[in-house]
């Protein structure tokens, strides 16, 4: 199956400050999310990007499908951007079965 | 905004037990999604459903079973619980056409 990557693993920030992470995925993909998960479980959806560049407020995010990678940015982070991000893909031949990686967990301190 | 609701957030149950999870949309969505995830892991997908009377199995492999009645309704059973499925169970939704995933909270199961 198809292989997601996501780093780094951890990230530790001081509020304020801006941060990227990154999503390598092995084969081409049709559809790819990206998630937070809140410290209490709940995963909101943040953009569905398979290709292209999206803006919402502090977070942007870019998709190079042809070099099979993402990245979200997340600019002057607050306390409550801590949690778990997901990057989560899926062939065109998947439908809409996400494969997800094992997330970048943020940490933003006061 | 979704509506996506799971009931219940939390079941502590002991081995052997009957359980039925509850995922319910009211968006009209016809694909529904169930996912489980340990702590500090990623999602797998277990089971899926393009509509009703639609079922299929994820790319892991799950003892619970599923059932697609209601457009609405997307219950999970597992007959005979076990310490091994101790983990969080999230259920998710999407509309024909669009790709965008929305997820109710979550059950998190704890099984004695």
């Known amino acids: 199956g198809i292989q997601v990557e996501q780093s780094p693993p951890d990230l530790i920030l001081q509020e304020g400050a801006n941060s990227t992470l990154r999503c390598n995925f092995s084969d081409s993909v049709n559809n790819l999310q990206w998630f937070h998960q809140n410290p209490w479980g709940q995963l909101i959806n943040l953009f569905y990007?398979?290709?292209g560049t999206k803006q919402n407020g502090r977070l942007s995010a870019t998709t190079v499908a042809t070099e099979r990678y993402s990245l979200l940015y997340i600019s002057s982070s607050q306390t409550t951007d801590s949690g778990v991000y997901f990057c989560a893909v899926a062939r065109e031949t998947s439908g809409s079965r996400l494969t997800f990686g094992e997330g970048t967990q943020l940490t933003v301190n006061p | 905004e979704a509506d996506i609701y799971q009931t219940p957030r939390y079941l502590v149950i002991g081995t052997g037990k009957k359980i039925t999870l509850e995922c319910s949309q009211t968006?009209?969505?016809?694909?529904m999604y169930w996912y489980q995830q340990d702590p500090g892991m990623e999602l797998h997908l277990i089971h899926y459903s393009y509509g009703v009377n639609s079922t299929e199995k994820g790319d892991l492999s799950s003892e619970s079973t599923v059932s697609r009645i209601r457009t609405e309704h997307f219950p999970l059973t597992l007959e005979s619980a076990r310490p091994s499925h101790t983990s969080q169970y999230l259920c998710a939704s999407t509309l024909q056409g669009s790709e965008t995933q929305y997820f109710g909270p979550g059950t998190r199961l704890l099984v004695l």
């Open positions: 968006m009209g969505h016809d694909k």
């Open positions: 990007i398979p290709s």
